[in-house]
T-cell receptor, first 114, second 117 residues
Framework: GNSVTQMEGPVTLSEEAFLTINCTYTATGYPSLFWYVQYPGEGLQLLLKATKADDKGSNKGFEATYRKETTSFHLEKGSVQVSDSAVYFC?????????????FGKGTHLIIQP | GAGVSQTPSNKVTEKGKYVELRCDPI?????LYWYRQSLGQGPEFLIY????????DSGLPNDRFFAVRPEGSVSTLKIQRTERGDSAVYLCASSLNGGAGSTDTQYFGPGTRLTVL
């Protein structure tokens, strides 16, 4: 079946540090890939997505590139802020014909210290 | 406009009782999803509606779980004979179209935290 594996947290960084949160997936065919974020006290919201190989999703200074050769979709940001503290979830939907819901990783809790 | 809303925000019940959780999707969204999120885990897919019909219920854990969407808008997730293991946050999401292979953004509600004593 489909699955998503992301790095365990919590990840603690200082403000302005470089961020990488690793995400790899297992799926049949070429899924669409997503990063969702959950800020403290708020619901899940889409951060960025990529729907085909080599696509790069970007938003709010975050980027992730769909790498089919390594089945990865790592999240990066060049300079994190305290306001980026949240839980980040990597997720996928399979290509047409598969189940219709998102398959999520377990989430990575990111803590940014001033 | 209004986002996805869910009621109640918290529900505490006793083992063996019946509960209903409600989801109001974004107006005009034809696709509606239910997920369950246990502590320290990512959300797990339960069921997907396209309009009034359950297009995919492969994630429902057993026959104690059932969901309806009679008019293609509001949905209710129903859990019979609740067990302590059902304790989790139940999330609802909606998207404009949905469907197999859809990349439409799913917009999530704040969730209902269910506690079964």
């Amino acid at each position: 079946g489909n699955s998503v594996t992301q790095m365990e947290g919590p990840v603690t960084l200082s403000e302005e540090a470089f961020l990488t949160i690793n995400c790899t997936y297992t799926a049949t065919g070429y899924p669409s890939l997503f990063w969702y974020v959950q800020y403290p006290g708020e619901g899940l919201q889409l951060l960025l997505k990529a729907t085909k190989a080599d696509d790069k999703g970007s938003n709010k200074g975050f980027e992730a590139t769909y790498r089919k050769e390594t089945t990865s979709f790592h999240l990066e940001k060049g300079s994190v802020q305290v306001s980026d503290s949240a839980v980040y979830f990597c997720a996928l939907t399979p290509p047409g014909g598969g189940a219709d819901g998102l398959t999520f990783g377990k989430g990575t809790h990111l803590i940014i210290q001033p | 406009g209004a986002g996805v809303s869910q009621t109640p925000s918290n529900k505490v019940t006793e083992k063996g009782k019946y509960v209903e959780l409600r989801c109001d999707p974004i107006s005009g969204h034809t696709a509606l999803y239910w997920y369950r999120q246990s502590l320290g885990q990512g959300p797990e897919f339960l069921i997907y509606f396209q309009g009034t019909g359950a297009a995919d219920d492969s994630g429902l854990p057993n026959d104690r779980f059932f969901a309806v969407r009679p008019e293609g808008s509001v949905s209710t997730l129903k859990i019979q004979r609740t067990e302590r293991g059902d304790s989790a946050v139940y999330l609802c999401a909606s998207s404009l179209n949905g469907g197999a292979g859809s990349t439409d953004t799913q917009y999530f509600g704040p969730g209902t935290r269910l506690t079964v004593l």
